[in-house]
Structures are given as C-alpha cells and as structure tokens.
C-alpha cells in the first residue's frame, strides 16, 4: 500500500491543522490506518488509528479530546483533525497501513506493514 500524506505546517499553539493520507488502496490484510509522530531525537509513537471497513477508532491518551481521525472510504482517505495543538505535538507525522489491532494492541508500530514518507507538523510562536 502506498501512502502519501499531506497538511503539516506551521501553527501557534492553540491552532488547527487537518492532515490527509490517501492511501493507494485497502485490502483486507491492511484494513487498519493509523496516525504515528516522531520528535526530534524522540521515539515513534501512535496517535490515531481507524480500522476501515469497520470504522472503529483508538486515540492515545495525548489525542483524546483533541485529534479526530476520519475517513473517506470512495478516495480511501484518513484525516487526522487536530485542535488545541501544543508546542509538544511538534514533530513528523506518519501514516500507516496495516493490519491495527484492538483496544490495548492498535499503537503497536509493528502492526502496521506500510507507511508514508510523513509530514511536518511545527507548533510553536
């Protein structure tokens, strides 16, 4: 699956930003798509996920409240809304296609077998 994200930027803290992933395709061993960031000198870590099919959504704790993620199913495109942003949200932001997991597996990198080449995400004054 190829993936290719798109809406990063430069905001204040405060501020929105909507990233996109249009993925080429969904099949059934990568229903899942998800959300991850990456810090400078940080470790990867999930933010979001939807299972396509189904439509189930996890959030990690740091998105709960404040990120949205949605898809569209006829251009195979996840969004990530996110609102509130913090100058901590800073970082690139990835997504991926796999195979996701449940409620306590989902933010597991290694479920994921696809990802894009990320997008910027700066938030600060």
């Known amino acids: 699956v190829h993936l290719v994200e798109s809406g990063g930027g430069s905001v204040q803290p405060g501020g929105s930003l909507k990233l996109s992933c249009v993925a080429s395709?969904?099949?059934?061993?990568?229903?899942?798509l998800a959300w991850f960031r990456q810090a400078p000198g940080g470790a990867r870590e999930a933010g979001a996920s939807?299972?396509?099919?189904?439509?189930?959504?996890y959030y990690a704790d740091h998105a709960k409240g404040r990120f949205t993620v949605s898809q569209d199913k006829s251009t195979n495109t996840v969004y990530l809304q996110m609102s509130a942003l913090r100058s901590e949200d800073s970082g690139m932001y990835y997504c991926?296609?796999?195979?996701?997991?449940?409620?306590?597996?989902?933010?597991?990198?290694?479920?994921?077998?696809?990802w894009g080449q990320g997008t910027q995400v700066t938030v600060s004054r």
């Open positions: 991926a296609a796999g195979r996701g997991g449940l409620w306590d597996t989902w933010h597991r990198a290694s479920l994921y077998d696809d």
């Open positions: 395709t969904i099949t059934a061993n990568t229903p899942a």
């Open positions: 939807i299972d396509s099919p189904v439509g189930s959504r």
